[in-house]
């Protein structure tokens, strides 16, 4: 079972598993692709970028890191993860 953080929504995991699935991805094209509307994984990825489970590969396009790999493996605990700095 995945350990997720308080700071995680459930739209999380799908905007991971797209990213993951497909490779780096637009907040539209998760939508198209059958995740949260556009606006709201716009709101997300940055947040999911903040603490590492995605990474900012230029505007407005994100692809999933190692960590982020991790958590959908159920090998890492998202609560565990600690806020960057970084704008993403």
Do not use: F
Not at 13 to 40: F, K, M, S, V
Not at 60 to 71: N, R
């Amino acid at each position: 079972m995945r350990q997720d953080a308080e700071w995680m929504v459930r739209s999380d995991d799908r905007i991971l598993e797209l990213i993951r699935e497909h490779g780096n991805l637009t907040p539209r094209a998760i939508e198209d692709l059958g995740g949260p509307t556009a606006g709201y994984a716009r709101n997300r990825c940055p947040i999911l970028a903040k603490y590492g489970l995605l990474e900012r590969i230029s505007r407005g396009l994100y692809g999933i890191t190692d960590e982020g790999e991790a958590y959908l493996n159920e090998e890492l605990d998202a609560s565990e993860l600690e806020a960057t700095t970084e704008t993403s």
